[in-house]
């Protein structure tokens, strides 16, 4: 039988970054941020009362995974494997930036904090990138200020990143309150940091901010780019200011600034939606003639834009044009032309794009057949409008509020009550909560049929669920 006291045993316990190991001589180095403590040999039964108690310690500080005991009779095994922990420790290689889920990249952030010593920056900061692109911005910005309290020093990228993340949050001042940081640190902003800080001042409408931030952005050393230019673009567009935004494209050219794709398709789609159509084929072949190619999204806005002013012929020359130059339709161009195609009546001739779309192997979305659907009852055809919701179910796509709406505005029109108070008691059985054009087009069915009854005790639910009754007050009276 072997004696607990007759060997001597040479005992090995790791808790983070504090290791305690026996050698012959009591001892203490320090070696980078590794702390290490000789005790000297010990029994068998006291190296283990001794791990035991640590290893409790480790429980109570939260680091009991991230503990790792060895207890041998061989000074060897203790040395090779407490060198072989050492290595491990200072190898701080990240291995995997890109994540299939928020939460491997969490975990990864949170392995990379427990390195001794920690990765460098750069690393942190591809981490970082991934989890924004899962579009947990108030996550990266609490994972930036743990950085910050751990003593990390960030960089202008990091801190660029932070600048998103307060802008998507709709926290410009907090991104403008980095941007002094960075200026404090004595870190230089760049490109990017403006560019950042032009787009949420852009999407919050404050577009003349965002001009002059960009006139600032040249004071420091910085030349806007394409990118600052489409983005004061778009806001301008957004906001209906299409003129102000063709003269910042002459400035564009003016300072040397090639404009892209991005730039003539965000003014061509503003001007097709203010139906200035012919500045918008002037700009196309502006686009044309300085060698930028058009895409589906060029062609999709033009033919939108010409079919909302009934050109049904130059529609279907574009379409032509766009296939000729092998640029593939996609459902969206498809859908733009089955709606005008419904919206004329013709609805076999929306069908037959909807069977080339098939063809070509786009598959159909709740758009398409919302816009089949009320083609179908535009022309009182309500047997073809529920065939096509009913199809619209067997594919797996689920019917909205809207596809509800449809049909029972369809059904109500052609006094078909009951078949519309069918579809809204259907509403309510899978969860669906009805809007208020939902309400109104039910009320005004039911006035219609002559059950004014049955209408007041609607408008009644209508109130209580705390819908807008001013514009059907009326129906009442």
């Not at 802008?167 to 940091?193: A, N, Q, R, W």
Request: aromatic letters at 8%; glycine letters at 6%; one cysteine or more.
């Amino acid at each position: 039988m072997h004696d607990d006291y007759s060997e001597n045993a040479y005992l090995s316990i790791r808790i983070c970054s504090l290791t305690l190991y026996l050698v012959d001589s009591v001892e203490e180095k320090r070696e980078g941020d590794q702390l290490e403590l000789g005790l000297g040999m010990m029994s068998t039964r006291r190296a283990a009362t001794v791990a035991a108690v640590f290893f409790h310690l480790a429980i109570r500080r939260g680091n009991a995974t991230n503990t790792i005991i060895i207890i041998s009779t061989n000074p060897l095994v203790v040395s090779s494997s407490f060198c072989t922990l050492s290595t491990a420790t200072r190898t701080h290689r990240v291995d995997k930036t890109h994540f299939d889920c928020i939460e491997d990249a969490l975990a990864s952030f949170n392995r990379m904090l427990r390195m001794h010593p920690r990765p460098s920056i750069v690393q942190f900061t591809k981490v970082l990138t991934s989890i924004l692109k899962f579009k947990h911005h108030a996550t990266v910005v609490s994972l930036c200020k743990q950085m910050e309290s751990l003593g990390l020093n960030r960089d202008v990228y990091t801190l660029n990143i932070l600048i998103n993340c307060f802008c998507h949050l709709s926290h410009l001042h907090f991104g403008f309150s980095i941007l002094g940081k960075m200026l404090k640190l004595g870190l230089e902003p760049d490109s990017v940091t403006f560019n950042t800080l032009i787009n949420g001042l852009c999407i919050g409408g404050q577009l003349l901010q965002a001009v002059r931030l960009s006139d600032q952005m040249v004071e420091t050393g910085c030349k806007p780019d394409v990118f600052t230019f489409n983005t004061i673009l778009n806001g301008l567009c957004k906001i209906g200011k299409t003129d102000v935004a063709i003269n910042l494209l002459r400035k564009m050219e003016d300072r040397g600034v090639e404009p892209d794709k991005i730039t003539y398709n965000t003014i061509i789609d503003s001007l097709c939606k203010d139906k200035l159509i012919t500045d918008a084929f002037n700009i196309f072949s502006e686009m044309k003639n300085k060698g930028i190619l058009p895409d589906c999204f060029t062609y999709s806005c033009l033919i939108q834009g010409v079919c909302n002013l009934g050109q049904w012929k130059e529609a279907i020359r574009l379409w032509n044009e766009m296939v000729a130059m092998n640029i593939i339709p996609n459902v969206v161009t498809f859908n733009i032309l089955v709606d005008a195609l419904c919206k004329e009546g013709v609805v076999s001739d929306a069908l037959g794009v909807v069977d080339t779309m098939i063809q070509r192997g786009e598959q159909s979305d709740i758009f398409t057949y919302n816009t089949l659907m009320d083609g179908y009852c535009l022309r009182s055809q309500m047997d073809d409008a529920r065939r096509v919701f009913d199809l619209m179910s067997s594919k797996g796509i689920l019917p909205d509020v809207r596809s509800y709406n449809i049909l029972i505005n369809g059904y109500c029109k052609c006094r078909r009550i009951e078949e519309a108070l069918l579809l809204f008691d259907e509403m309510s059985q899978i969860g669906m909560i009805p809007d208020t054009v939902t309400y109104s087009t039910l009320i005004g069915g039911l006035y219609l049929a002559g059950r004014d009854v049955a209408a007041k005790e609607l408008f009644k639910e209508m109130s209580a669920s705390g819908r807008d009754l001013h514009n059907y007050v009326e129906w009442l009276v």
